[in-house]
Nanobody, 115 residues
Framework: QVQLVESGGGLVQTGGSLRLSCAASTSIFSIDVMGWYRQAPGKQRELVAT???????NYADSVKGRFTISTDNAKNTLYLQMNALKPEDTAVYYCHTRRSLFNSWGQGTQVTVSS
């Protein structure tokens, strides 16, 4: 199982930016898909963005054009650059990996966008 540690959450005003990081305990070359999910209070966890080993990205419609997912293979780290943040982006953000049949989750990092 891959150990994941997220960082970079915090409080930001509407229109601001944050960058989330997720450090993996193993080489991300061995991971099939990495992604970010979020869960707002009283809501189900939802996909934000994913990136495959080959670099193919996928975004939720609600974040397209504002968020960018990327990796740094040398640092075994996944990033989520979030720009033009809105109050509805407020949630706990989770890093996720899928390697073969195994899924791993980080502990989550809180993002709060004030209006």
């Amino acid at each position: 199982q891959v150990q994941l540690v997220e960082s970079g959450g915090g409080l930001v005003q509407t229109g601001g930016s944050l960058r989330l990081s997720c450090a993996a305990s193993t080489s991300i070359f061995s991971i099939d898909v990495m992604g970010w999910y979020r869960q707002a209070p009283g809501k189900q966890r939802e996909l934000v963005a994913t990136i495959t080993r080959g670099g193919i990205t996928n975004y939720a419609d609600s974040v397209k054009g504002r968020f960018t997912i990327s990796t740094d293979n040398a640092k075994n780290t996944l990033y989520l650059q979030m720009n033009a943040l809105k109050p509805e982006d407020t949630a706990v953000y989770y890093c996720h990996t899928r390697r073969s049949l195994f899924n791993s989750w980080g502990q989550g990092t809180q993002v709060t966008v004030s209006s």
